[in-house]
Nanobody
């Protein structure tokens, strides 16, 4: 069973910073991509940042220059460093992995439970 557990969300004033972490565990054969999504109330879930297996990074236009995604392979952790936060960044943030397990050998999309980020103006 593969699990993703996010942490680091909270309440922050506009202009402040937060760092999110996602620890993944379980029997994973390979990882194709890892990233962060967010969903604000009444809105669709949207991509925030993504790391592909080749090392390329993708960011939503609204967070470019403010958010940074990174990984720590030794700790099975994905990070999202967020700075200069704005009220429109308020959302539940979800960790996402595209993985292959030895049992299935097919690409599976895995999600964490989400962590709330609230930016007060």
């Amino acid at each position: 069973q593969v699990q993703l557990v996010e942490s680091g969300g909270g309440l922050v004033q506009a202009g402040g910073s937060l760092a999110l972490s996602c620890v993944y565990s379980g029997n994973i054969f390979s990882i194709s991509y890892m990233g962060w999504y967010r969903q604000a109330p009444g809105m669709q879930r949207e991509l925030v940042a993504r790391l592909n297996s080749g090392g390329s990074e993708t960011y939503a236009e609204s967070v470019k220059g403010r958010f940074t995604i990174s990984r720590d392979n030794a700790k099975n952790t994905i990070h999202l460093q967020m700075r200069d936060l704005r009220s429109e960044d308020t959302a539940v943030y979800y960790c996402n992995l595209g993985i292959v397990t030895p049992q299935t050998m097919v690409l599976l999309d895995k999600w964490g439970q989400g962590t709330q980020v609230t930016v007060s103006s």
